[in-house]
Structure formats: C-alpha cells, structure tokens
C-alpha cells in the first residue's frame, strides 16, 4: 500500500499545487553542461514532513540523510539506522513536498552485499516512499552496484570522502584526503560513481583542492559538504545551519540559532503556566453571552 501523494502529470489521485512540476534526477544532472553549472543547486536535508513545507519552496533537492539517527533518534552514529526508519521519514518527506526531488539515503547493511540486495532495498524506499531517487556511500567498489541499479530505473546519487557509515573504518569524522594517496584514492571514487550511471555525487569533508578537482573533471552535479565553494552544489543537515545543536563540524554556518530561541519560547510558557497567566480568555472556552 502506498503513503505518498502521487504527483505526477498522468495521476488524477491527490494532486499537488503545481501537478508533474517536480524536479526530476534528468533535470538535475542537466544542470551541469560542458563540465559547468550556472545555478548552484540547492540541497538539505529534511526527516518529516512540516520541514519538508517549509524547505521546498528554496530547494532543489531534500535529502532524507540516514544522519536522522542521530539528530531524530539520538543515536551514536549512523549504523544503527534500519529501513525502516528511511522508510517512514522518506514518505513523510515526499508528502510535504512538490517540488524539490526527494532523495533517501540507503541505510548501512541495506545494500553492500551485493547488486541485488541493493535492488531489493532501493526499490522497496521507492514503493513505500514515493521518492525519486536513492543515495547510497561508496566508490569503486561501490560503482557495479551503482549501474546495476541505474540500469533498472533507480536514479543514484554518490557519496564519496568523507563516507560516516564507514565510520569504523575510517576512525573518525575528521577531513579526508590530507594525503596524497588518500586524495587519488578519492578522486578515483569520484570518477568511478561518475562513470556507473549515477546522476549527481555528494562529496563529503575533504581538502578543498580535491573537491575543486572533482567538481571540474566529473560531468554530473558534484553537491559538496564540508569541500568547496566551486561544487556545482551544496549540502547541510538542516538542523546544524539553522542552529539546533551546540556542537556542529567546521564546514557548517549556522544561519539562525533555533535552540536558544526554542528555550527563550519554552522558558516563557512554563514561567506563565507556573504563575497561571496562561491561559488568557482569548486561548479558553466560554460560553457566548
Ligand atoms: O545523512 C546525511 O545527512 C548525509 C548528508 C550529510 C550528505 O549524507
């Protein structure tokens, strides 16, 4: 059974605003013509579906990022994160929104094992969320996955860098590529999720240098995270820019700081209920004289 809004040109059921205007995966690897994009492309990311509303309308892609584990579920990492989750925020997502692409990230252990799996996973985010898109983490040894899916009419976004599901191995979320081998290494994963069939690449907390590089050798959209201001795109967890948290990585500008103006609202309403000056006439029931 699905959740989601059907939205598309040639569905007469529940439709949006603004029917089959979506942003497709075509249009956003369309962006990018002779190796250069003119309009950066907006992306954040967003787990339900009242942020969905509210970044729509300024974004062209919302990622629903497995980093939900830990800014939704309070989780160490991103490794525990199921399906099941991707699922429900992922539809919640597609049902707030009618213009941006929705993209949702694979969770670790849905898609490693093999082509198939990934299959069997990717399509079951997409039947049960609505989505457009999958993302998933990984390069060369990601890359046969990547066209395997990409053939079977599942538009992927790379994630190359700073991968966290590979936490364990990497040893931390510190930048990746300070080495020259490590930065070959990743310029090659660049070009080999490039070469699979995937639409747009996330990279991920990396030497500016080699964001630059990849960026100007790669023809799809490269989305940058904590990597260059010449991406053709870029990305934040939306809670670390609009300042939900008081720890956030380097690479995040915070464009508002909504936990301390959540506890000045917070601290006001227990005052007025401690002193009983809420609630006032105007927020009570009476009968009209
Ligand atoms: O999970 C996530 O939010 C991400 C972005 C940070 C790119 O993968």
């Not at 990497?170 to 090659?188: F, M, N, P, S, V």
């Amino acid at each position: 059974m699905s959740t989601f809004t059907i939205d598309t040109s040639t569905s007469r059921a529940t439709p949006s605003p603004v029917p089959g205007k979506r942003t497709t995966a075509p249009a956003i690897r369309g962006r990018k013509v002779d190796g250069k994009t003119d309009q950066p492309i907006v992306m954040l990311t967003a787990y339900t579906m009242r942020m969905a509303q509210l970044l729509d309308p300024h974004c062209d892609m919302l990622l629903v990022g497995d980093s939900l584990g830990q800014v939704i579920y309070g989780l160490p990492s991103t490794i525990p994160v199921t399906m099941e989750m991707m699922c429900a925020h992922g539809a919640a997502v597609v049902r707030g929104s009618w213009h941006a692409l929705v993209a949702v990230d694979m969770p670790f252990g849905s898609y490693e094992a093999s082509p198939e799996q990934a299959f069997q996973s990717a399509s079951r985010i997409m039947k049960e969320t609505g989505c457009a898109a999958v993302k998933l983490e990984g390069g060369q040894a990601m890359a046969p996955t990547i066209e395997f899916l990409a053939r079977r009419g599942i538009p992927v976004i790379g994630h190359v860098g700073l991968t966290p599901q590979a936490v364990n191995v990497l040893g931390g979320y510190g930048a990746r590529g300070k080495g020259k081998d490590e930065a070959k290494h990743i310029e090659d994963d660049a070009r080999a999720v490039a070469n699979a069939g995937a639409f747009s690449l996330v990279v991920e907390g990396v030497m500016e240098e080699i964001a630059t590089r990849i960026s100007r050798s790669v023809q799809i959209p490269v989305i940058g995270i904590g990597a260059s201001a010449d991406c053709d795109g870029q990305v934040l967890v939306t809670e670390d820019m609009l300042g939900m948290f008081e720890r956030t990585p380097r690479f995040v500008k915070r464009y508002d700081d909504l936990a301390v103006r959540i506890g000045e609202a917070v601290a006001a309403y227990a005052a007025e209920v401690r002193e009983r000056s809420f609630p006032t006439a105007d927020q009570t029931y009476r009968p009209k004289s």
